[in-house]
Structures are given as structure tokens and as C-alpha cells.
């Protein structure tokens, strides 16, 4: 297993297009999480996934915003109508439920998003 | 609301010199606490995961302790190294039932280690 994959690296779109963008977690990870992080600030939690089952939304993530994970494996996240605002990268992480040893979340390298 | 602080939000310091850096939290009901680190324009790599229960854990140069009362952690760096230079963000999750996932991240301090 190669960690946590995030797919595309980059995205540019104009104002008012819709994007996806896609996370495989490590396969024996129950949990996956979005996160978002702008310049000079610390990731955001955006949403989790147990399983299949989404179990928490944030509050920034707005009704343009959309994740899915089905049959537990893979998660995308879609943006609709993209704004300037919604620049950003977007994290994806996933963790086992229950943590041994000094590690923890394995985050991928990130969806870096620009609206122009 | 649960705020991470970290303290200094940038560093300098010579190759080889051994370093701390300060990360503190408000509410102390924490289940757990993590260190990672963060390249320009990458994702986060996990450096150290500390329990609740558990007052420090090592991984080669680093040491990472908990003072769960005083809302305290801090990461220590023995003999930095120039490759050690990168953004290290300490994140902390709510001892809540049902709520134990969702990490708390502190704004980051930006570590340059000059050669």
C-alpha cells in the first residue's frame, strides 16, 4: 500500500464550473476525512466518512459541496458553481479506527484548487 | 470551541543546534494529540501521535511530550538538519464519544534550519 492517493494534483477552473476530486485511502483505513487549508493557516475539517456512512459535515461545507465514499473504498468530492472563495487545498486523510503505536492519520498530498 | 496555539510561528536556527517547538490547546479533554510536518505546496506527513493517557513519544530525533492538565505540548528536534526545514503543525481531537476524529490544527510554526 502506498499511503493515501489524491487525485487530480492541481486544478485550475473558471468561476461557475463544477470540480471533482478523488482520494483512495490506505485499504485497511475504516475512516476517511476531508480537510481544507488555505495559505498560512492549519487544515480545516470538512467532513468524515466511516465506512460507506458519512458521519459528520462541517459547517463550511456549503450545499455546493457534495462528498460521497461508496462501498467504502474510494471518496470524491464535489464542488458545484466554484468561486473564487472555494481556492484552496483540499486534504484527504484516513485513519483505523483505533490507534497503536506513535502514528496516526495519514493525510495524501493534497488537491492544490485555483478558481479563476 | 477548542484553539490550538503554536509558538514561534517561524524559527531559524544553525545546522545541529537542538530545538523546541510550543504548541498549546484550551480545552485539556483531548483524546489524542499529533505532530506533523508540512513541505511548500504538499501534504501533511505524521510525525508522532501522542494518547491522552500517554506523556511523551519518540521517533529518532524527535520527542514529542504532553502535559494534558496544563493544555501543553511540545516537539523537540535533536541535531537539526537542513532536510528538517518545513512547517510543523500540532493538531489535538475532542475526548468526546462519537466525536473522537476530528483533528483541531493549530496554525503551524515554520522551521528553517541553515546549513
Known amino acids: 500500500d502506498t499511503g493515501v492517493s489524491q487525485n487530480p494534483r492541481h486544478k485550475i477552473t473558471k468561476r461557475g464550473q463544477n470540480v471533482t476530486f478523488r482520494c483512495d485511502p490506505i485499504s485497511e483505513h475504516n475512516r476517511l476525512y476531508w480537510y481544507r487549508q488555505t495559505l498560512g493557516q492549519g487544515p480545516e475539517f470538512l467532513t468524515y466518512f466511516q465506512n460507506e456512512a458519512q458521519l459528520e459535515k462541517s459547517r463550511l461545507l456549503s450545499d455546493r459541496f457534495s462528498a460521497e465514499r461508496p462501498k467504502g473504498s474510494f471518496s470524491t468530492l464535489e464542488i458545484q458553481r466554484t468561486e473564487q472563495g472555494d481556492s484552496a487545498m483540499y486534504l484527504c486523510?484516513?485513519?483505523?479506527?483505533?490507534?497503536?503505536?506513535?502514528?496516526?492519520?495519514?493525510f495524501g498530498s493534497g488537491t492544490r484548487l485555483t478558481v479563476v | 470551541k477548542q484553539e490550538v496555539t503554536q509558538i514561534p510561528a517561524a524559527l531559524s536556527v544553525p545546522e545541529g543546534e537542538n530545538l523546541v517547538l510550543n504548541c498549546s490547546f484550551t480545552d485539556s479533554a483531548i483524546y489524542n494529540l499529533q505532530w506533523f510536518r508540512q513541505d511548500p505546496g504538499k501534504g501533511l506527513t505524521s510525525l508522532l501521535l501522542i494518547q491522552s493517557s500517554q506523556r511523551e513519544q519518540t521517533s529518532g530525533r524527535l520527542n514529542a511530550s504532553l502535559d494534558k492538565s496544563s493544555g501543553r505540548s511540545t516537539l523537540y528536534i535533536a541535531a537539526s538538519q537542513p532536510g528538517d526545514s518545513a512547517t510543523y503543525l500540532c493538531?489535538?481531537?475532542?475526548?468526546?464519544?462519537?466525536?473522537?476524529?476530528?483533528?483541531?490544527f493549530g496554525k503551524g510554526t515554520l522551521l528553517t534550519v541553515n546549513p
Open positions: 486523510a484516513s485513519s483505523p479506527l483505533l490507534f497503536s503505536g506513535p502514528y496516526g492519520y495519514t
Open positions: 493538531a489535538v481531537t475532542r475526548d468526546s464519544r462519537g466525536s473522537n476524529y476530528k483533528l483541531t
